[in-house]
T-cell receptor
Framework: DSGVTQTPKHLITATGQRVTLRCSPR?????VYWYQQSLDQGLQFLIQ???????AKGNILERFSAQQFPDLHSELNLSSLELGDSALYFC?????????????FGEGSWLTVV | AQKITQTQPGMFVQEKEAVTLDCTYD???????LFWYKQPSSGEMIFLIY??????QNATEGRYSLNFQKARKSANLVISASQLGDSAMYFC???????????FGPGTRLSVLP
């Protein structure tokens, strides 16, 4: 158990819908990362937050948004869903954003868009 | 820009033998961290081992060791005494202090044969 909690574990939704994925980081970790893993794209970095503020942005679509709340949990919002958004979405956390800090992953949220 | 290369899409190893998974990286930051993760078929990402760019000795964690060759920018993972449970995808990752985000390679699928 990494200590990173993600909900829901599995989600099936229709095209055009909106979903919210939730992440609770490990106790004491201030940085939260979101990644998307699909079969043809590998592991893609989406966005990073540090102590409530956006720190880095990767290949995140405009239809996607995220935030980190004062209690440090984070949510990833996916809207106007398309079939291609079907993927495994990971949340990860680390103490800070420095090079030496290990990132620990949650178990992921499997999203299927039908 | 940061980049991770894993040139072996798939590897086979006999049970109880050692195997080396290759990883090369590219960064202009003198301070960086290198990481290996294991992803079994169940999907979770499991942290295995970490090597800092200024570490003098190669990192070891149980049956895992990291063959760090800084001049060649390589960070190969060595798994000794392979077990059937080692069959999984293995990802090399890097973070430097410039990029802030965590960059992953495309992964190597390891299959351990009985």
């Amino acid at each position: 158990d990494s200590g990173v909690t993600q909900t829901p574990k599995h989600l099936i939704t229709a095209t055009g819908q909106r979903v919210t994925l939730r992440c609770s980081p490990r106790s004491g970790d201030l940085s939260v990362y979101w990644y998307q893993q699909s079969l043809d794209q590998g592991l893609q970095f989406l966005i990073q937050y540090y102590n409530g503020e956006e720190r880095a942005k990767g290949n995140i679509l405009e239809r996607f948004s995220a935030q980190q709340f004062p209690d440090l949990h984070s949510e990833l919002n996916l809207s106007s869903l398309e079939l291609g958004d079907s993927a495994l979405y990971f949340c990860a956390s680390s103490v800070s954003g420095f090079a030496g800090n290990t990132i620990y992953f949650g178990e992921g949220s499997w999203l299927t868009v039908v | 820009a940061q980049k991770i290369t894993q040139t072996q899409p798939g590897m086979f190893v006999q049970e109880k033998e050692a195997v080396t998974l290759d990883c090369t990286y590219d960064t202009s930051d003198p301070s960086y961290g290198l990481f290996w993760y294991k992803q079994p078929s169940s999907g979770e990402m499991i942290f295995l081992i970490y090597q800092g760019s200024y570490d003098q000795q190669n990192a070891t964690e149980g049956r895992y060791s990291l063959n760090f060759q800084k001049a060649r920018k390589s960070a190969n993972l060595v798994i000794s005494a392979s077990q059937l449970g080692d069959s999984a995808m293995y990802f090399c990752a890097m973070r430097d202090n410039y990029g802030q985000n965590f960059v992953f390679g495309p992964g190597t699928r390891l299959s351990v044969l009985p």
